[in-house]
């Protein structure tokens, strides 16, 4: 029990501490922000600072802080250590600056935000990376929750896929305060509700909390902690789908000094709720073999059908389930809007007029329905790749923009690094990559990092020489 309050208060402390350092380091300010200048009605719409707090973690949180956690809970308690320091040191840190680096840039969309600092060569790889992992992503958020439904009811998973789609279709065209504004204040309640219940209930019916208390890998299946614990985990710690998310509220942000709370503060409610679902894993289970029992008996969705029907009984067990199964729907839906902003930006193409909207938004949904078809498990493989892949991406695209202007960039520098590191090792060691033995993998994961790094120094610090000698001619 200690364990788990003292990973929250860390969060909770290292929202106030390190957060407000990312935030002095910013430097947000009274500049007129792209919602009270660019109001259009459909996706630049002014909203108060609560409201999109609660759309930017319902669009950010998906099966990611759920699913995630409860396979990286396999691998023993170090999984709780990566989701407090990874939210607060890398996620965090990710989640602020696309979302602010978007308020800077008139609500523009993360490839134009990655070009216009690590330069045209990015922003063009950028585009196409990113619309592939919001497929990606809304495919993955459309089978995800339908499972979870079909497990509660008596419809089929097809059924569910069908009505998830149709939702996500409207979402995506619609002004984004007709659906997503109105339904989500009624989506956070009952999130609220999964997030307090389920840990509570662990205590109150006195489950042995983190039985196996060791930093060793407990895998049953001995799979290496790294780096593919810091690729499961994906969302609980940090995610690259985020920076895709966070440009969809820079365009509602009334004031820059809301930046924090909106977003660096929703990445840490995301941790939050990773950690509760590690907790689960690692609790409600008394042994990683009895928890990958569960899960190959029907993966993490049978895992949480299991957990909160057990814990919460009947009605409160399916209003926990419901919990789980929003967060998904609200970043699917979210993420095929968002591929319709990124095409739109790019092609410079109006989306004030309805029709318009059909155009792109028709064909985005007919190629995800052909992913959905794919095996759900090889989808998530790459989604988790890709996921981490784009946080790398735009943790660099944060160093360069603090480099031109000065600032310490090392905030964004480090867990860069990092990221580049983990998603390389695993590119080269995974199947689904080049399949290379891990000591060969790691090897090439650390030396393309330093790599990047050195490029990254010589580049921006040489520009930066060369801008100070003509600023002072």
Request: one cysteine or more; hydrophobic letters at 55%.
């Amino acid at each position: 029990m200690l364990i788990f309050f003292g990973c929250t208060a860390l969060l909770v402390v290292g929202y106030f501490v390190y957060g407000g350092l990312v935030d002095r380091l910013f430097g947000p300010d009274e500049r007129v922000t792209p919602a009270m200048c660019m109001a259009d009605g459909v996706d630049y719409v002014p909203m108060s600072k609560s409201k999109i707090f609660l759309i930017q973690l319902l669009n950010i949180a998906g099966l990611g802080p759920v699913f995630g956690p409860i396979l990286g809970a396999l691998y023993g308690p170090s999984a709780l250590l990566w989701i407090v320091f990874g939210t607060l040191l890398a996620g965090g840190v990710h989640d602020y600056f696309s979302g602010m680096l978007s308020l800077r840039y008139k609500g523009e969309s993360i490839p134009d935000v990655v070009g216009y600092n690590l330069g045209p060569a990015f922003k063009q790889f950028m585009r196409v990376f990113s619309i592939i992992l919001l497929l990606l992503v809304g495919v993955v958020f459309v089978l995800g929750p339908a499972k979870l439904l079909a497990n509660i009811s008596s419809v089929q998973t097809g059924i569910w896929v069908a009505i998830i789609f149709a939702y996500y279709f409207l979402a995506t065209i619609l002004p984004i305060d007709k659906i997503i504004g109105r339904l989500y204040p009624f989506f956070g309640a009952i999130l609220m509700f999964m997030a307090i219940a389920v840990p509570a209930a662990l205590m109150i019916q006195g489950y042995n909390m983190f039985p196996n208390l060791t930093l060793e890998n407990l895998h049953p299946k001995h799979l290496p902690m790294w780096p593919l614990m810091f690729i499961t985990i994906a969302c609980g710690a940090i995610s690259g789908f985020h920076s895709t998310q966070s440009p969809l509220m820079s365009r509602c942000v009334c004031s820059e000094r809301e930046g924090r709370f909106i977003f660096y503060g929703a990445m840490v409610a995301e941790g939050f709720i990773g950690l509760v679902w590690a907790t689960v894993g690692m609790s409600f289970y008394q042994s990683p073999e009895a928890l990958n029992a569960s899960l190959a008996a029907g993966g993490p969705a049978n895992v949480v059908n299991e957990a909160c029907i057990t814990l919460l009984g009947g009605f409160g067990g399916v209003l926990a389930i419901l919990g789980v199964v929003v967060l998904p729907i609200t970043s699917g839906d979210t993420a095929f809007r968002a591929a319709r902003l990124v095409i739109a930006d790019f092609a410079k193409y109006s989306q004030k007029e309805s029709i318009k909207r059909l155009y792109i938004a028709v064909p985005l949904f007919v190629i995800g329905f052909v992913i959905s078809l794919a095996n759900f498990d090889v989808i998530w493989r790459y989604f988790g790749w890709a996921n981490q892949s784009l946080a790398a991406i735009v943790l660099w695209t944060a160093a360069a923009y603090c480099i031109k202007r000065g600032k310490n960039h090392w905030i964004a520098t480090v867990p860069a690094v990092f990221m580049t590191v983990v998603t390389n090792t695993y590119l080269c060691n995974a199947t689904i990559g080049f399949n290379l033995p891990m000591d060969i993998s790691t090897i090439i994961g650390v030396a393309s990092a330093v790599a990047a790094l050195v490029w990254f120094l010589y580049t921006f610090r040489a520009s930066n020489i060369a801008k100070m000698a003509v600023d002072n001619a």
